[in-house]
Structures are given as C-alpha cells and as structure tokens.
C-alpha cells in the first residue's frame, strides 16, 4: 500500500469512530428524577371545616390537594385509615378568626337588646341580661363562676367562634371554676365552633343548639363544699320543655374519675324528666361512663351516629362507654353508635 492510500485509510477510520462516538452520546437520555409530595403541603379541607363559615367573614384560599407519589410496578399500594379523630372539631377549626383586642374588663352585665361582642380578648365574664346578644371571634378568660351566662327571662343568645377559657385555681368556687355558658333562661341558645377548657361543666343547659365545639381540658377541683367537684363537657339537669341538640362536637372529659369525673355527656334527671334530646355525630371520651343517657323516665332521647374515643380509658368512659338508657323510652332511639374501631355500642338497660 503506498503511502498516499495509508494516510487515506487512516482518516477514514479517524472520521467514523468521531461520528460514531457523537451519535451516542446525542441519544443518551439523561435520568428523570423521581417526584415526592410536599410535606408542606396542606391536605384538602374537610366539608364540615368549610361549611362552618359565617355569612359575612372572610376566610383564607385553601391549596389545592397535593398528587400522590408514583408507585413502583408490582408494589402495592400503601393504606393508612384515618385517625378515629379525623373531621371532628379540633383547636384549628375553633375560636376566634380575627385578630383581638386585650380588654381588663372584670365581670360584665350585658343589658343591651341586640348588642354584638366582636374582636375582643376580655379577661373578665359576659352575665346577660338583654335578648339577642351575640358574642364572636372573641376571647373570655374568666375567674367567675362561668365565662358567659345567660339569665332568666331573655333569650336569643349566640355564642360563636369564641374561645372561652378560665385560670384555674382563681375562681369563686375555692379556686374552681364552673360553667363555661350556662342558659339559666327558658329559651334555647346557641353556642358554636367554640373551644372551651378549664371549666368543670363546661356547656351546662337544657336546651340549645350546642355544634361543632372543642370542649377539653376540663381542671378538677374540690368546691366549698370540700367535694371534688363533678366534671362534664356538656351537661343537662332535665325537667326543660325546649330542645337540646348535641351536634358534631368534640367532648373530652380527661378528669380522673376519684377526682370528680362525672361524663363527656351527662343527661341527668336532676330537676325533672329528660326530654327532647338529640345527641348526634359527636366524638365522645371520658367520664365514669361517656355518655348518661337520662335515666327511667327519659323520652324522645335520640343518640345517632357518634363515636365512642378509646383515648383514654378502653371502653370510653371509666366503667363503660354509656348508662342509664331507657331504651323503652316514648321516642329514645339509639343508632350507629360506635367505639373508634368501629366496634358498635350497644348500651346496658336504666336501672
């Protein structure tokens, strides 16, 4: 071969290995990174959380729910269930939505038909004596016998979106604190998306429109009378010819039961019969039992739907989930009732 025709061979092969080299590298697809779901990311609202929204205030956008990972192929997919707790009131869903004003205010008479408590942080309590009053998007920090009380002969007291707190061991009943709202009228009152503690009766009344509330951490204490105080978040003496409705609440009594831990739910015949009660959709834990259903004598008693917290004793309550249900009752219905699990509650007979 003559020289001429080597250097020609030799920069033939020099010109392929360069194109051959190029084309690959042209064709070498780089790796995509796999995506991840934002752990700052808010999950979508629940319909109950969007639905407890005044006519009137504003409320912040809510952020689009955040795409699930990609699986693998072959892999099942991964199931959590959801907490027993999930959709229930909770300190994100309750109390004030504004900004407040601090107000030193003492215990206040409200004697003012119509008048509306707005944006206020009131160390002191509201005792009403006026129709119509509405209390919202408030703070009451009480060292009274209640945060809010409304008094015989008015009526049409609202109390919404307030939280409604005590400082323990500051109140008149040897330090003890007792009704967070009381109705001593004889007409119903409502009272909700509130979060309310301390208090040892928390929402005391026999008729109302009591829903989506935080009701927790009750205080116990012993009264004047030297006894530990009984503990209830929501509590009924009976005897009231209105209606009481216990709707879509969370009710926590953590009150140990040898220091006066009465029920989540006390429908009790203390000043005549209970009647006309519906206890519905509500999460229920504590208390000697969670739920006192009224006793012999109790009817239209309509317990529906709710579930029974395990959270801190097994069946609910110290001896039980419910007691004193007249299942006989003119009108009781008892229906879809169940502890967290799912297990159903099926009450004992009043005796």
Not at 28 to 56: C, F, I, L
Not at 215 to 231: D, K, M, S, Y
Not at 235 to 263: E, F, W
Request: one cysteine or more; glycine letters at 14%.
């Amino acid at each position: 071969m003559t020289p001429l025709r080597r250097l020609l061979v030799g920069l033939a092969l020099l010109l392929t290995a360069a194109c051959s080299s190029g084309g690959e590298k042209a064709h070498r697809a780089e790796p995509t990174p796999t995506p991840t779901p934002s752990a700052a990311a808010d999950p979508t609202p629940s319909a109950s959380a969007s639905a407890s929204v005044s006519p009137g205030i504003s409320t912040p956008t809510h952020r689009p729910k955040p795409s699930a990972p990609p699986r693998s192929s072959g892999t099942a997919p991964a199931t959590t269930a959801a907490p027993p707790d999930a959709g229930f009131p909770n300190a994100g869903t309750t109390g004030p939505r504004l900004r407040l004003k601090p107000r030193t205010a003492g215990n206040i008479s409200v004697r003012t038909d119509g008048a509306v408590i707005r944006g206020q942080d009131i160390t002191g309590s509201l005792d009403i004596y006026a129709n119509d009053v509405t209390v919202i998007d408030s703070r009451i920090t009480s060292t009274n016998w209640w945060g809010i009380n409304l008094r015989p002969g008015y009526s049409g007291l609202r109390v919404l979106h307030t939280t409604i707190t005590a400082v323990p061991g500051k109140g008149p009943d040897n330090g003890g604190v007792d009704y967070a709202v009381s109705n001593m009228g004889s007409s119903a009152i409502e009272v909700g998306w509130c979060d309310i503690s301390v208090f040892g009766n928390a929402l005391s009344m026999g008729q109302g429109n009591l829903h989506d509330n935080y009701v927790h951490g009750l205080v116990p204490f012993r009264n004047n009378g030297g006894e530990w105080q009984h503990t209830d978040a929501v509590i009924s003496g009976g005897g009231s010819k209105g209606t009481l409705v216990v709707r879509h609440n969370t009710l926590l009594n953590p009150v140990p039961v040898d220091q006066g831990a009465s029920a989540a739910v006390g429908l009790f015949a203390d000043t005549g019969h209970v009647s006309n009660t519906v206890i519905d959709g509500n999460l229920l834990a504590g208390g000697a039992y969670a739920l006192y259903g009224g006793g012999e004598g109790a009817t239209g008693i309509t317990v529906t739907n709710n579930v029974f917290s395990t959270r801190y004793h097994r069946y609910s309550g110290v001896y039980g989930a419910v007691t004193a249900w007249n299942a006989g009752g003119a009108g009781n219905v008892w229906r879809g009732n169940r502890f967290s699990d799912g297990t159903p509650v099926t009450p004992a007979p009043a005796g």
